[in-house]
């Protein structure tokens, strides 16, 4: 039924319809983009809830597995959130801003857009998923054969000092580079996107909203490649190690929300201010109809009104001076010698004249009986 009476307003011609079905198209085209957005963040935040070191201490949920197992969820924590979540997160963030500049029809409204840009999506996240598998699976290799290397460049766990049995999630330094590394391509084509976008944009509120996601990703972004650097300077369990790393998962924490609501939440606000505004449209088309029905119907109702309200008796002076001036014209040009009668409706009649009244103008003197007497 939905369907149904949407395509009934969108083919029905009016220019308030069509814009409200564009918009419609255009929040209905990248949806599932939109959706996977949120499912990146929600697969991120998830991880970091796996790394917590929170949860390996005595008596909490991941304390029931061995060093080495410990150590596995740290590795995978490393190739699922650096190597797959943030690349796929920070990707599908720039096709989303790269939208707008395609071809409407060919772009972000054709039926195709969803599956091609879930594809570019994964193809380009996937060398940074390679890289840092490799890394991940070569560290304990290159530890062992590049002893001048220090260990916090392959180093994915390390024991805690009073339990050789707790394995605490760190950060390599080379995994953290390559997330750097790709983190700056994008915020320099990010800044190149905003600066395009920037010149089409006309509204107020859309040049805030662009602003506000551009100073966003291209500073948030770095700062938690920065600070994630910077936890290698101490232990896990140290204080300066859990401020960092916290205060990493908050800016990105915060950038994925500023993202969410400019190009999750606005877009569909935006849709449902349009559709009550197209019904406010609708309903203001109806009440002028019913305006212009009401003064037609007063104005020809006036008109009747005027049209009966002559008086009979004007009509009859004006019809009188016209057989009148008929009938004496028609002295004037050429006499007659029979009666004449003088056709006007409000002419009075032969019956009603009084006996011994002057016959009216334009009624012929009557001449008396003549009686015949016989002989």
């Not at 597995?65 to 650096?82: A, G, P, R, T």
């Not at 369990?237 to 190009?263: D, K, M, Q, R």
């Not at 009649?349 to 334009?362: A, F, K, Q, Y």
Request: hydrophobic share 45%; net charge positive.
């Amino acid at each position: 039924m939905l369907a149904e009476s949407m395509r009934g307003i969108c083919v029905s011609g009016n220019a308030p319809d069509e814009i409200f079905c564009r918009s419609i198209r255009y929040f209905s085209g990248p949806w599932i983009i939109r959706i996977t957005f949120i499912l990146f963040t929600i697969w991120w935040g998830f991880g970091e809830i796996i790394r917590l070191n929170y949860l390996r201490r005595p008596g909490r949920v991941l304390n029931v597995l061995d060093f080495k197992w410990q150590e596995n969820v740290c590795k995978f924590y490393i190739v699922s959130n650096l190597g797959f979540a943030e690349p796929c997160l920070f990707l599908t963030l720039m096709f989303l801003l790269r939208a707008p500049l395609q071809n409407i029809d060919t772009g972000i409204l054709s039926r195709k857009w969803n599956g091609k840009t879930a594809s570019c999506v994964l193809l380009f996240a996937l060398p940074v998923f390679v890289l840092q598998l490799f890394l991940i699976l070569i560290g304990p290799e290159l530890r062992e054969n590049r002893k001048e290397l220090p260990p916090y460049f392959t180093r994915t766990a390390r024991s805690m000092q009073n339990s050789n049995d707790i394995a605490l999630c760190s950060y390599p330094l080379l995994n953290t580079i390559l997330l750097g590394l790709f983190t700056t391509v994008l915020t320099a084509y990010l800044i190149w996107l905003g600066r395009r976008i920037l010149k089409l944009v006309i509204n107020k509120g859309l040049q805030k909203r662009v602003y506000t996601l551009i100073f966003s990703v291209s500073s948030l972004l770095p700062l938690r490649v920065l600070l994630l650097g910077l936890s290698v300077l101490s232990r896990p369990e140290h204080f300066l190690f859990e401020a960092l790393a916290f205060s990493a998962f908050l800016v990105l924490l915060c950038c994925a929300g500023v993202c969410i609501v400019i190009l999750v939440y606005c877009p569909v606000a935006d849709c449902l201010a349009l559709g009550n505004l197209n019904d406010l449209e609708a309903r203001r088309r109806v009440i002028l109809d019913d305006q212009n029905d009401t003064a037609s119907l007063i104005a020809n109702q006036t008109h009747l009104d005027e049209s009966i309200g002559i008086s009979p008796e004007r009509n009859s002076d004006a019809s009188t001076k016209r057989g009148s001036i008929s009938f004496r014209t028609f002295i004037r040009d050429e006499p007659s010698s029979g009666p004449f009668v003088e056709l006007s409706l409000f002419s009075p009649s032969r019956d009603e004249n009084p006996p011994g009244s002057p016959p009216p103008v334009g009624w012929p003197m009557m001449s008396s009986p003549t009686h015949v007497h016989g002989p």
